[in-house]
């Protein structure tokens, strides 16, 4: 029996975001910590089986609540379902011939959920893998994160723009320009240039699991400022792909000073524009009152930044573990 098995990790935006959802430009790596999986083997018909995170059973109302906080009403079951549809009709609309049989699928994440960590993306990311080397279709690399953002745009209403879903086509660490979009194969794709980790400097990743939120609460708000054309709105997102550009230059060049000048302006700038939660706040502050750079790593329950030495790292740790956040050299 033929026995697929897929990856596709967390990541974290480094710099930028969340300008690649306003044609701005972001670099984000690939955190190999976190993943999500997806199996997929040869079946007498089409069955998606639940996780334990699809789980309909509880022990108390209270446990209820927190399981829809965490994981919202369905799960990831609707992730999966919604990338086998979107990829029927892909090859429906392409001519591309698909054999008849049948498979059954299922998923697991050790990805922490609603902290920005780009959960939701990496099940259908790993979706798509185990659909393509099943019905040996290959969708080209660049098209892919466009393709998977179709499937949350499209299908399930969710708001996002293409960064996540690049860096986990593509892995490691990706400079990303949403500046000039080009047509391929039927979908919008960005310029998307790949950097050697290694001229990262010592980085970290903190999250808390106890106090996320969903993404669609960021980006809405986000989205409504930037198609009223508000200045302020207009301004940020011009110097978030600013911050980009010159945070490049600064990796490439070894500069890690002013990377970290860069980190740290580009959460203010954020901040200037969104509404961000206290605790969320709070994580930032304690990481840079301990000496290190800080910034969301996505929407906001974990942040990321450069950290020059274990002493800082040390300081770091306890600082955030103050406030139940954990504290990770992310591997890429």
């Given at each position: 029996m033929q026995i697929i098995r897929k990856k596709a990790f967390a990541r974290a935006g480094f710099v930028g975001n969340p300008s690649d959802g306003y044609g701005g430009k972001t670099i984000a790596f690939s955190v190999r910590d976190f993943h999500a999986q997806v199996t997929l083997y040869e079946w007498d018909r089409i069955e998606i089986v639940p996780s334990q995170e699809d789980q309909?059973?509880?022990?108390?109302i209270h446990e209820l609540a927190q399981d829809v906080r965490l994981h919202g009403y369905y799960g990831g079951i609707r992730l999966v379902k919604a990338t086998i549809k979107k990829f029927a009709e892909y090859c429906t609309?392409?001519?591309?011939?698909?054999?008849?049989?049948?498979f059954s699928i299922r998923y697991e994440t050790t990805i922490p959920r609603q902290v920005g960590l780009a959960g939701s993306s990496a099940i259908i990311v790993a979706t798509l893998r185990a659909l393509m080397e099943f019905y040996e279709i290959l969708i080209p690399e660049e098209v892919q994160p466009s393709f998977v953002l179709s499937v949350e745009r499209e299908e399930l209403r969710i708001m996002a723009g293409l960064q996540d879903r690049v860096i986990q086509v593509y892995e490691g660490c990706v400079s990303m320009d949403f500046s000039d979009m080009h047509m391929r194969d039927g979908f919008l794709c960005g310029t998307y240039e790949r950097i050697d980790p290694a001229l990262l400097p010592p980085v970290y990743l903190a999250y808390n699991v106890g106090f996320g939120e969903p993404t669609e609460v960021l980006h809405n708000d986000l989205r409504a400022q930037f198609e009223a054309k508000e200045p302020t709105a207009l301004a940020a997102m011009r110097r978030l792909a600013g911050i980009a550009d010159e945070s490049n230059d600064?990796?490439?060049?070894?500069?890690a000073n002013s990377l970290g000048r860069l980190i740290d302006e580009n959460f203010n700038v954020r901040r200037?524009?969104?509404?961000?939660?206290p605790e969320h706040i709070d994580m930032i502050e304690r990481a840079r009152n301990a000496g290190a750079s800080a910034k969301f790593a996505g929407s906001g329950g974990a942040i990321v930044g450069t950290c020059p030495d274990e002493k800082t790292f040390e300081r770091l740790e306890a600082a955030l573990a103050e406030i139940q956040c954990r504290v990770i050299r992310p591997t890429m």
């Open positions: 309909s059973r509880f022990s108390s609309a392409r001519g591309l011939k698909i054999h008849d049989r049948n600064a990796i490439r060049n070894g500069d200037s524009i969104c509404h961000l939660p």
